[in-house]
């Protein structure tokens, strides 16, 4: 070729080379976002004024007074030990607040904005310069990822929730970075702004009286927070009084307009819920909320109540949100309950109709959805996409998956009861069980089938008796065993039980969290959430599916998927709920009207008067 020709070449090589390079740098270029969602785009602007269901001026003044139920030894929120004191988010901010008045959606808090590339196979966020520590200190990228490390090293939830986070690094002078294992997971990138940041330099400092200190392990010792309040005083165990900084630095922050509004939080610890309750009809406590329909319809009559300084609501606007799944959880390490039959046969001897007619005065629901009060409860038989995806499982799951709805045993009367327990005798007997005389007994050992359920409060023992007279009914020897909250969280934790009561709370956009659940991983690790001790492929292979749906129906359809094998398995023994948020309070305390749609805003958007 002739040099000018060559010449030409490269020329032109050149010129379409810079042509292309506004593009390459296009492609590069970090997007800083204000916020993050999961599901639809956020509502706010990145130049929002406050939220818009605050009452910016909502006075800061008051003290509330609360209660809370057993008793605490630990101020570190970071680990699996001990009981954590109510409220210590007071003391901490997070990256990111979330939203009451969408779903899935976080805004700036110690961020002031976070970038991550179209596969979010990483995010990362930028701190805010005015982020500073109680004492003044700047809040900086290695307390961020000190609080990461500590967290996934000392608690086991945590470690389960964020397993699929890999990483957590200083990128630049303000900046931190979370890796991820894995691609197009949309709920990682908004996740990891929700854990409390803890200071890096207080928790490598000595205390008070030069030990050092140690952020794997329980203290009582008042911690150094970035949040609106701080720990006034204590009495270990019993009482906590929580103070609203004057020097809080996020105070001005958009965020925070029209929250934190009392000057005092203090919460008094009872042993009994009863006496819990005479307290605030006493006046002593501002605030509760009742999770008792036998309580809320016979004992909120009181004089406070009938003439108007006692009010009393029933919300839905947490339920619009959120799922809820409340049952008895038998223990699948223990040997009796390894069979799915006996699981099911325990479900026919509970008769919630009448536990609802007689202690509940009609006020509850009975559950029938690990995601039960939201769309996204499974529904009669599976079709579409879902069907789709339970074919792909058909030879590991119950085949009444495709052929039966979940359905729960209706009582209600005599008939009905006699009924459905001649079907929990049968199962039990499929199962390898007989009766013999009066006691049901394994049919190969004759070893009698008996059983403990655990609590942690005598209060709880009206709603558990009659289901303990039923299965007397069929031999089975089920009693209570009722201890303090110290000894329950350390057989729950340890799985040192038989039966327990579970609660699980169900957001709109599943993901991690049900690793935390129902997953393999979790089955055998101390402290998680997977009480029952669910180790099943299908249930790991649909989790997975939920967590890398890239579209919403996908996501919807694996979790249709997910419920109904849970259920076709008898993993729980489905209770009931009210799908209310029943609270009562005493006049003087005051919150926007309306209130969010998905939350009650309490404490942070209430004042008071």
């Known amino acids: 070729m002739p040099l000018a020709h060559l010449r030409t070449g490269f020329l032109m090589l050149a010129t379409a080379f810079a042509a292309l390079q506004p593009m390459a740098v296009l492609a590069q270029e970090q997007i800083w976002r204000h916020a993050i969602s999961v599901l639809e785009a956020p509502k706010l602007p990145a130049d929002f004024k406050q939220l818009p269901y605050v009452n910016a001026d909502a006075p800061k003044q008051g003290e509330l007074r609360m209660s809370a139920n057993g008793t605490y030894d630990n101020f570190n929120p970071l680990v699996d030990k001990g009981n954590p004191a109510v409220s210590l988010g007071l003391l901490y901010d997070t990256l990111l607040s979330a939203s009451e008045d969408e779903i899935g959606v976080s805004y700036g808090l110690l961020a002031e904005a976070l970038t991550y590339p179209d596969d979010r196979s990483s995010v990362t966020f930028r701190l805010r310069t005015q982020a500073k520590w109680a004492d003044g200190q700047p809040v900086v990228p290695e307390d961020v990822v000190f609080s990461f490390n500590s967290a996934k090293a000392n608690s086991t939830t945590l470690a389960n929730y964020y397993r ?112 819990e309750l005479e307290a605030f009809r006493a006046g002593q406590v501002d605030y509760r909320q009742e999770v008792s329909a036998s309580r809320w319809a016979t004992r909120y009559d009181f004089d406070a109540v009938k003439d108007g300084r006692v009010k009393r609501e029933a919300l839905r606007n947490e339920f619009r949100a959120r799922g809820v799944m409340q049952a008895y959880v038998p223990n699948l390490r223990r040997d009796t309950f390894k069979d799915a039959r006996v699981r099911e046969a325990l479900n026919y001897a509970y008769d919630f109709e009448d536990l609802n007619k007689n202690l509940a005065f009609g006020g509850l629901n009975r559950v029938d959805s ?240």
């Open 164 to 275: 699929h986070v890999v990483a957590a690094e200083k990128t630049g002078e303000r900046e931190v970075t979370f890796r991820f294992d894995e691609k197009n997971n949309k709920e990682l990138a908004k996740i990891v702004g929700d854990f409390p940041i803890l200071p890096k330099h207080w928790y490598e400092g000595k205390d008070a009286q030069g030990n050092a200190r140690d952020i794997s392990q329980g203290s009582l010792e008042p911690p150094l927070g970035s949040g609106p309040y701080k720990i006034g005083a204590f009495q270990a165990g019993s009482t906590i009084r929580y103070e609203l900084r004057d020097d809080y630095w996020g105070k001005d922050l958009p965020i925070n307009i029209g929250q934190n509004n009392f000057k005092v939080i203090s919460y008094t610890y009872f042993t009994d819920y009863d006496v």
């Open 370 to 609: 690990f995601f039960w009060g939201t769309d996204l409860a499974a529904k009669g038989l599976p079709e579409g996409r879902e069907l789709e995806i339970l074919n792909g499982l058909k030879d590991k799951i119950p085949a009444r998956v495709f052929t039966e709805p979940y359905v729960n045993p209706v009582n209600g009367d005599p008939q009905k009861v006699r009924d459905n327990l001649r079907k929990a005798i049968a199962l039990l007997k499929e199962a390898g069980w007989e009766l013999k005389g009066n006691r049901m007994v394994n049919a190969k050992t004759g070893q009698p089938m008996s059983f403990e359920i655990l609590l942690n409060s005598p209060s709880m023992e009206r709603t558990v008796l009659p289901y303990v007279a039923s299965l007397k009914k069929i031999g089975i020897d089920a009693s209570i065993r009722t201890v303090d909250s110290s000894q329950y969280v350390n057989r729950v934790r340890s799985f040192d039980f038989d039966i327990v009561f579970g609660v699980w709370a169900q957001t709109m956009n599943p993901g991690s969290d049900q690793l935390v659940y129902w997953g393999s991983a979790a089955a055998n690790q101390p402290g998680s959430r997977n009480l029952a001790g669910i180790a099943d492929p299908a249930v790991d292979g649909l989790i997975r599916l939920i967590i890398s749906a890239q579209t919403r129906e996908d996501q919807v359809a694996a979790v249709h998927a997910l419920d109904r094998v849970l259920l076709a398995n008898h993993f729980v023994i489905p209770m009931f709920y009210s799908g209310e948020t029943r609270i009562a309070y005493w006049a003087k305390l005051a919150h926007p009207d309306p209130l969010p749609e998905y939350g009650i805003g309490f404490p942070n958007l209430w004042w008071a008067k």
